[in-house]
């Protein structure tokens, strides 16, 4: 056998330092492509020129194909754009922040702004203005190329909001209390008092169109024609934030109301619904050279008017996502509002064609060639390879969710709201059938582990299971909604819901776990007890997390400003897709497992212990006679399983290694070796380093790594 000294000697240095082994692991946006963030407004130079601009100092910048982050040197959120040239470009936002951008980076400006910089429009690069929105006053700044200026001021009265003009000697801005001033080119002065409508966009073609757009509820649309101003529309439970035109007789609006947003379309005569889009809020439309207009919203949400159509770009689809499931890490399927599916092949996610525009809650299936969708009105959609079809289903009732065990038992659950009756499809490889169980509520989510233990979680706080005869209700210690649910075996499962609710199941009774987060949590899946994920977020406030169980307790991993996740599931060894609002989808690679149970500087003595568990990442084939090392160091000395004993890197003395035969893929070590400090006095742990490599015990060929999966430090009182 070759010396395992010199060969462990020779490798490089593995190292997982545990108090930062949650930053190995990467929370990847893969939906929309760039960011999360919301988007306020649009500029662009031209189709392959676009400028994006939203929340924390976001800047993005579109090619037409790809669409980029900028470095904007800010986090103030950045409200309006406006440009002259790709190489010239004006961003402005909150606490008065405005920037320029030259062609090579973005630089701040002075403002002296005492407010919001809410909209900049410019006739030349040495003549500009910005609306400013002040909580005492309504401010209009002018930039002559060297500064801004205050050029406005009306005080006691409230913001400005938009601006817009048709020449050096004709602008317009609109504010609040129905306020239009007008710009000739030697003062400012009122043009016109809408009364006591906050007006939030203008935009003209000429001297004799202008239009106004405002109010909150209902949202209201003034047209000016040279004589008088008309309110042209009233739109009941919807705002109106925005206003966007190519020529007079094509002019957009919008805002929200309820999920979505709207826009409309002005003829030259009349307004009318153009389109409801995928944001719950849009924020603003943008006209870019050629006369194309784009739209930008909630959680980075783009899109494009594209043969009449409103089209998401920079994201697959901007509807919510409901479901999602995975053959494989190159293989998944997401499904969503409106009838919305989504196929991810190891490159990119691309939209399907289900046939159905019924909101799709749940998918799953036994590979990649046989998936099933459930959705409301009781749809459920069978995907055979080449194309999606509808199946014959003997419910009209919601199904949230759908899992199985193989080609011939799947159950699929759903119920309500009216009558608000639980209901439970089976599937045997040829039909659906309706499982008799009547109780009031619905049920949410089904988690099927073998043929014969199912169980599915429900409002209100319902939980069912299946034992391979019949579906039983079992009693839980709460009435809030239960959205998700795991299950390991038959002594644990976890199940999550509203009100940041966890519990968990010994095989005897469902106990409430203790769970840091205020938060909502929508599912939940693991690798085992001690290696549980859940997550969710604030649906009303755009809030994500991603919470990690290790056993004592719920950790955050990831969390902050974005969309709601409602489902995850694995794709793979140790990564998993999480979907969520407004099409998001990340994936989390777990590259190095967590170890998060304890962390550092702590203070340790004599008899403390550690308990450490490894997986054996091995990529190649099954090996039969490999060299596995375990070494944990601290205070520049290193300590070899099994036995942990100390070593001595000068004549090699201690070193240990276990002989074992070792399968392909990522396997956890069954051994949980624990490691009882030595007598070494009372002293600060201030890092504390595992290294793992696995070796030919023949060759000293290294065949594979050893990661941290978690540690756990018990002290000895």
Same mark, same amino acid.
């Given at each position: ?13 593995i190292?997982?330092?545990?108090f ?16 999360t ?8 130079a031209?189709d392959?020129d ?33 440009g002259?040239s ?7 936002g ?49 930039w ?12 006691g009265?409230?913001?400005? =909001?938009?601006?817009w003009?048709?020449?050096p ?17 030697t ?12 007006l ?18 209902p949202?209201r ?9 008309e ?21 957009y609006?919008g ?7 709207y ?6 005569d ?18 870019i ?27 697959v ?21 409106f ?6 092949d ?5 939209p399907?064609?289900?046939g ?9 299936g ?10 409301n009105?009781?749809?459920?959609l069978?995907y ?10 003997p ?15 799947a159950f699929?659950?759903?119920g ?14 040829e ?23 199912? /169980? ?7 939980i ?5 005869t ?14 998700? /649910?795991?299950?390991?075996s038959?002594?644990?499962t ?5 009100? =940041? ?11 409430? +776990? ?8 929508g599912?939940v ?27 004592l307790?719920?950790n ?18 140790r990564?998993?897709?999480? /979907? ?13 497992p ?6 550092v ?21 099954s ?12 205070k520049?000395?290193y300590?070899f399983?099994p036995?942990?004993q100390l ?10 290694f276990?002989?074992?035969k ?17 007598? +070494?006095?009372?002293?600060t ?26 540690v756990?430090?018990?002290?000895n009182?």
């Open positions: 056998m070759m010396n395992m000294h010199k060969a462990f000697l020779a490798l490089p240095a190292v997982i330092c545990v930062a082994a949650a930053a190995s692991a990467d929370w990847e946006l893969m939906n929309p492509w760039t960011t963030e919301d988007l306020h407004d649009i500029w662009g031209s392959s676009v400028f994006f601009a939203g929340t924390s100092g976001v800047i993005l910048h579109w090619d037409g194909t790809v669409c980029s982050p900028m470095e904007s040197g800010t986090q103030q959120k950045l409200l309006c754009l406006w002259f790709a190489a010239d470009v004006f961003a402005g909150e606490g008065g922040v405005i920037l320029r951008w030259d062609g090579t980076s973005w630089s701040p400006l002075e403002s002296a702004a005492e407010g919001d910089i809410a909209s900049l429009w410019g006739a030349a690069p040495d003549d500009m203005w910005a609306a400013v929105d002040a909580e005492d006053a309504g401010y209009v700044l002018h002559d190329g060297i500064e801004w200026c205050e050029a406005y001021v009306e005080h009265a409230h913001g400005m =909001h938009d601006v003009g048709l020449g000697d004709e602008v317009y801005v609109a504010g609040d209390n129905g306020t239009v001033l007008r710009w000739d080119g003062e400012w002065a009122d043009f016109f008092d809408l009364g006591q409508v906050p939030y966009g203008v935009w003209a073609s000429a001297s004799d169109d202008i239009h106004a757009v405002g109010s909150l509820d949202g649309l003034y047209h000016w024609d040279g004589q008088s101003w309110e042209t529309a009233c739109i009941d439970q919807m705002s109106t934030r925005f206003i966007c035109g190519v020529s007079a007789d094509e002019v609006c805002g929200g109301g309820g999920d979505h947003a826009v409309l379309r002005w003829n030259g009349h307004w009318s619904w153009d389109a409801m889009t995928c944001a719950r809020t849009m924020y603003n439309l943008g006209r050279a050629g006369g194309r207009v784009l739209g930008v919203g909630e959680c980075g949400y783009v899109t494009d008017r594209i043969a009449g159509m409103w089209t998401p770009i920079c994201t689809t901007g509807w919510n996502l409901n479901g999602v499931w995975a053959d494989s890490e190159n293989d998944a399927f997401a499904v969503g509002s009838g919305t599916i989504v196929h991810y190891g490159q990119r996610w691309s399907m064609d289900g159905v525009t019924d909101h799709l809650q749940g998918v799953w036994t590979n990649g060639d046989n998936v099933f969708a459930v959705g009105e009781g749809v459920i069978r055979d390879g080449s194309g999606w079809g509808i199946m014959e289903s419910t009209q009732s919601a199904l949230y969710s759908i899992h199985g065990t193989g080609p011939d038992l699929a659950v759903g309500g709201p009216y009558p608000r009756v639980t209901v439970i499809l089976r599937w045997d490889g039909s659906w059938q309706q499982v008799p169980f009547e109780h009031e509520g619905v049920l949410i989510d089904v988690f099927m582990r073998t043929s014969t233990d199912a /169980v599915a979680s429900g409002s209100p706080g319902q069912a299971r299946w034992d391979g019949e579906w039983t209700l079992e009693s839980t210690p709460t009435e809030r909604s239960l959205w998700g /649910v795991w299950s390991y038959p002594e644990f976890v199940t999550v819901g509203n009100g =940041h609710t966890a519990l968990s199941w010994d095989g005897h009774t469902w106990t409430t +776990m203790s769970f840091p987060s205020p938060w909502y949590l599912d899946w693991g690798r085992d007890p001690d290696d549980v994920f859940a997550v969710g977020g604030q649906i009303n406030f755009n809030q994500e997390i991603l919470m990690h169980w290790d056993g307790a719920w955050p991993l990831a969390s902050g400003d974005g969309p709601y996740i409602s489902r995850i599931w694995p794709c793979g060894a990564d998993f897709f999480a /979907v969520g609002y407004q099409g998001s989808i990340h994936c989390w690679h777990d590259e190095y967590l170890g998060v149970r304890i962390s500087p702590i203070e340790v003595r004599e008899g403390d212990r550690f308990g450490v568990r490894m997986y054996l990442d091995n990529p190649g084939p090996f039969e006679n490999i060299a596995v090392f375990l070494a944990l160091g601290f520049g000395q300590w399983w036995g942990w070593y001595d890197p000068a004549s090699g003395d201690g070193l240990a276990q002989i074992m070792v399968p392909g893929g990522t396997t956890r070590l069954d051994v949980l070796p624990e490691f009882i400090l030595p007598s +070494m006095g009372a002293y742990i201030n890092d504390i380093n595992f290294y793992g490599v696995m070796m030919d015990a023949g060759t000293g060929e290294v065949v594979g790594n050893i990661d941290v999966k978690s756990s430090y018990i002290p009182y």
